[in-house]
């Protein structure tokens, strides 16, 4: 997997969420509305879509080692 589509997680029940190191995109309103979703970590994301994290309030953390 190379990617988090559009709308994939939109307005889940998960409380955290860790990529694998092949996720280096996350798509336009990805997690919207995930209001559970208080941490996410992607080792190698280079690009987040528009609104991807938008009223997902609880997040708290996210997390990118990328460099790019």
Same mark, same amino acid.
């Given at each position: ?20 190191? +092949? =996720?280096? /995109?996350? @798509?336009? &309103? %990805? #997690?919207?509305? !995930?209001?559970?979703?208080? *941490?996410?970590?992607?080792? +190698? =994301?280079? /690009?987040? @879509?528009? &609104? %991807? #994290?938008?009223? !997902?309030?609880?997040?708290? *953390? ?7």
């Amino acid at each position: 997997v190379q990617g988090i589509g559009d709308y994939a997680f939109q307005a889940n029940t998960i409380t955290s969420f860790t990529g694998t190191g +092949n =996720v280096t /995109t996350i @798509g336009n &309103y %990805a #997690f919207y509305q !995930s209001i559970y979703l208080e *941490s996410v970590a992607f080792p +190698n =994301v280079v /690009t987040v @879509g528009e &609104y %991807a #994290f938008a009223r !997902s309030t609880a997040v708290s *953390s996210f997390v990118s080692s990328s460099s790019a």
